[in-house]
């Protein structure tokens, strides 16, 4: 199952709408992790998925949601497992921007995901995110814990 995830981690929710509240039924979140010291803005559709400050969740990046690593035919099959059985709340997106800055200590990265206009950002040591490449389609995985 490593393989099939790409990046995983736990993130506490630092702030709500750091930039105004922009629309009804979507919050974006910053959030910080707590082994990787990665930082992230999150767009969750809230009305089906309320995000609060000080929630703590775990966040998976992973390529396909088949457990055998197969890709994702992009069709939902009834009765079959998949990793989405673990979580609350899954999205798909694509990759559309990856940058390095390589100003202070150590180099740091940027990806940036669209999940159909929702977006995230993910911003911290290079290493973590090396294996992403642009243009590639990421299902986002999340729960409360």
């Given at each position: 199952m490593s393989s099939i995830i790409l990046f995983e981690d736990i993130f506490v929710v630092d702030k709500l709408d750091p930039d105004g509240k922009k629309f009804d039924k979507v919050t974006r979140i910053e959030a910080r992790s707590q082994?990787?010291?990665?930082?992230?803005?999150?767009?969750?559709n809230t009305?089906?998925?309320?995000?609060?400050?000080g929630d703590k969740f775990t966040m998976a990046l992973a390529h396909t949601l088949n457990l055998d690593g197969t890709p994702d035919t992009g069709y939902y099959t009834p009765g079959r497992k998949s990793l989405a059985d673990k979580y609350e709340?899954?999205?798909?997106?694509?990759?559309?921007?990856?940058?390095?800055?390589?100003?202070?200590?150590?180099?740091?990265?940027?990806?940036?995901?669209?999940?159909?206009?929702?977006?995230m950002l993910l911003r911290g040591e290079a290493s973590h995110v090396s294996h992403f490449e642009l243009d590639q389609r990421l299902f986002l995985l999340m729960r409360k814990l």
């Open positions: 082994n990787c010291d990665m930082f992230m803005h999150l767009d969750v009305e089906i998925y309320p995000m609060h400050v709340y899954v999205m798909h997106g694509k990759l559309y921007k990856i940058s390095d800055d390589a100003s202070g200590k150590g180099l740091k990265a940027e990806i940036y995901v669209s999940y159909g206009g929702l977006l």
